[in-house]
């Protein structure tokens, strides 16, 4: 069984977050420790651990969360600077949380490659 992750408990409103969006699909918060102007952390309503977990088991969900980041990236004005959309998945990505979160990442020039 997989393990209750610190994104369960903010989606559950049991550790208070910056939430930006909520629908039925996608819940959509602040992160705690923004790398840039504007840093969102969307994630699916229905629990998948990784990027590659999602991808693998609910091919028809993937098309659903794609469209929640995309809409709450318009939501947050980001649409004419752009932003970046990262899934660190697994160890050598710097994954941390285990239940699949998408970074929109806007506000600043971002560098590439990312580091
Ligand atoms: P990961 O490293 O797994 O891709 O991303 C996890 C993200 O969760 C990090 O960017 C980290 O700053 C963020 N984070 C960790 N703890 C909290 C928290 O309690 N609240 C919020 N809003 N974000 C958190």
Do not use: C
Not at 15 to 20: F, N, R, S
Not at 41 to 46: D, N, R, T, Y
Not at 80 to 95: C, E, L
């Amino acid at each position: 069984m997989a393990e209750d992750t610190l994104f369960d408990k903010i989606l559950r409103k049991e550790i208070p977050a910056d939430v930006v969006h909520e629908d039925d699909e996608v819940f959509a918060f602040r992160d705690i420790n923004p790398q840039a102007p504007t840093h969102v952390l969307v994630i699916p309503k229905a629990k998948y651990e990784s990027f590659a977990d999602l991808a693998e088991q609910d091919p028809d969900a993937v098309g659903r969360y794609m469209r929640g980041i995309a809409q709450v990236a318009r939501n947050l004005g980001l649409e004419q600077n752009g932003y970046r959309v990262v899934f660190n998945t697994g160890p050598d990505a710097q994954q941390t949380v285990q239940y699949i979160h998408a970074h929109i990442i806007a506000g600043r020039q971002l560098g590439w490659p990312p580091g």
